[in-house]
């Protein structure tokens, strides 16, 4: 998980490594090292060493493992069910809910609140999460309750066999109403946390593949039904910035971290949702599942009412 930090006055002279050990609770100097070894950590000013001596007002950003599920708390927190069976839990995830406990952010997540529903139930041995999304990404996702289940779908989800359908506000208004982008996605060569378009076959990218359709368009924006085809991490903001057509309110990959910087509406995180979820199960059947549009995103929307397309 990625945790961004400011060096306040109190730590001005600590050690960058003892800093961090301080800020993120559960997370040690050798780990912190380790993940500046593996160039999981940027200070801006300044330079990403465990000795580097702390001045003040530095950004600090550094990126640490996820803890394993059997470590997570169970919590009594709500969940929008959308569907759920013996195998199978959907759910219709908040904006700014992160999804897997991580060093410094062991409660409040998704996993800790489906541990939560099920904590003492015979009948699930342990939940898994079988796909991910973005805190800031609101929308449809899926757990199995068994590992037998999550075996089945994380293969599904692997072999390409999953339908997922993202709704995306996007700044301006493509020439195309329907268009696609196979970039291949990769690390970026400057930062760490963003992934980046490069090159086919550059080593350690992937190949991506994502489609569009242009629902609607407004003022400066436009609504787009994204379908992916590959499942890579941040492909649809990666693809729509390289297009030059960033998602509304993505302070990673586009213009601001809230949208429009005047007005009487504002979007405070990114106009990115997981609409619509098609899974094929174990007997042959598939299970369609639709995520309503939050009302944050329905705001900027107004009057316009959108439904996931069915082909």
């Known amino acids: 998980m990625l945790h961004e930090l400011e060096v306040d006055e109190t730590a001005v002279g600590d050690r960058l490594d003892v800093f961090l050990e301080a800020r993120l609770p559960g997370c040690s100097r050798s780990l912190v090292a380790r993940c500046i070894k593996q160039d999981l950590c940027t200070v801006t000013p300044g330079k990403a060493k465990p000795g580097y001596r702390l001045r003040g007002g530095e950004a600090v950003a550094i990126e640490v493992p996820d803890i394993e599920p059997l470590e997570a708390v169970p919590e009594d927190i709500p969940l929008a069910v959308l569907h759920e069976d013996d195998e199978l ?11 897997h406990p991580a060093i410094g952010h062991h409660k409040g997540t998704l996993l800790n609140a489906v541990l939560g529903r099920y904590d003492g139930s015979s009948s699930t041995v342990r939940p898994g999460l079988i796909h991910r999304l973005d805190a800031d990404t609101s929308g449809v ?47 970026h060569y400057k930062d760490f946390r963003k992934r980046g378009v490069q090159p086919d076959n550059t080593p350690g990218a992937k190949d991506a593949h994502t489609g569009f359709v242009r629902r609607a368009t407004f003022d400066g924006f436009s609504a787009l039904e994204c379908r992916l085809h590959t499942g890579r991490t941040h492909q649809i903001r990666v693809h729509l910035a390289d297009l030059g057509h960033a998602i509304l309110a993505d302070g990673v990959y586009g213009r601001s971290v809230r949208w429009p910087l005047q007005g009487p509406i504002h ?42 397309l069915t082909d």
């Open 89 to 99: 839990l959907v759910v219709n995830k908040a904006p700014g809910m992160v999804v």
């Open 267 to 308: 979007l405070r995180r990114q106009g990115l949702h997981a609409w619509r979820l098609e899974l094929p199960r174990r007997d042959g059947s598939t299970l369609q599942v639709t995520a309503p549009i939050p009302d944050d995103l329905q705001i900027v929307l107004g009057d316009t009412q959108l439904e996931p």
């Open 141 to 187: 996702i899926a757990i199995a309750r068994t590992p037998e289940a999550l075996t089945w779908f994380q293969d599904a989800f692997r072999e390409r066999r999953v339908v997922k359908r993202y709704l995306a506000l996007a700044h301006g208004r493509p020439r195309e109403d329907v268009f696609e982008h196979k970039g291949w996605i990769g690390r």
